[in-house]
Nanobody, 129 residues
Framework: QLQLVESGGGLVQPGGSLRLSCTAS????????VGWFRQAPGKEREGVSC????????CYADSAKGRFTISRDNAKNTVFLQMNSLKPEDTGVYYC??????????????????????WGHGTQVTVSS
C-alpha cells in the first residue's frame, strides 16, 4: 500500500520552531518530488514548499521564504520541513504529497495540489501563546 505519513506537528509559541517529517511506505520516495501544503480552519489548502526528486530544486510560498527550509534524506525515504520563527498564521494541518514533477514543474506548479498523486493524512501545527 502506497502511503505518506507526516509527523512532528504540535503546539508551539510564536517565534518557536518545529521540524515536520514526511515518510513514505510502499514506494520509493526518492523518485518523487514532494510538496508540503497546509490548511487552516475555514481556508483553502495552500502550497508551502516543494522539493524535486533529487533535492536540487526547491520552491517556497512567499509566506514561507526566509523562515522555512525543505530538505530530504533519500536514504531514509524522508522529506523534512524545518519551520522557524513561527507565527499564529502558520497554524493549520500540514500535509505532504508526492508526485512526478520535473525540475521545471517545481518552479511553475510545485505549489499547486493537482500534480501530486499521493497524500498523507496531515499533522496539526498550532502556533499560540
Amino acid at each position: 500500500q502506497l502511503q505518506l505519513v507526516e509527523s512532528g506537528g504540535g503546539l508551539v509559541q510564536p517565534g518557536g520552531s518545529l521540524r515536520l517529517s514526511c515518510t513514505a511506505s510502499g514506494f520509493t520516495l526518492p523518485s518523487y518530488a514532494v510538496g508540503w501544503f497546509r490548511q487552516a480552519p475555514g481556508k483553502e489548502r495552500e502550497g508551502v514548499s516543494c522539493i524535486s526528486a533529487g533535492g536540487a530544486f526547491t520552491c517556497y510560498a512567499d509566506s514561507a521564504k526566509g523562515r522555512f527550509t525543505i530538505s530530504r534524506d533519500n536514504a531514509k525515504n524522508t522529506v523534512f520541513l524545518q519551520m522557524n520563527s513561527l507565527k499564529p498564521e502558520d497554524t493549520g494541518v500540514y500535509y505532504c504529497a508526492g508526485g512526478l514533477l520535473s525540475s521545471d514543474d517545481i518552479n511553475t506548479r510545485g505549489l499547486r495540489a493537482y500534480p501530486y498523486n499521493y497524500w498523507g493524512h496531515g499533522t496539526q501545527v498550532t502556533v499560540s501563546s
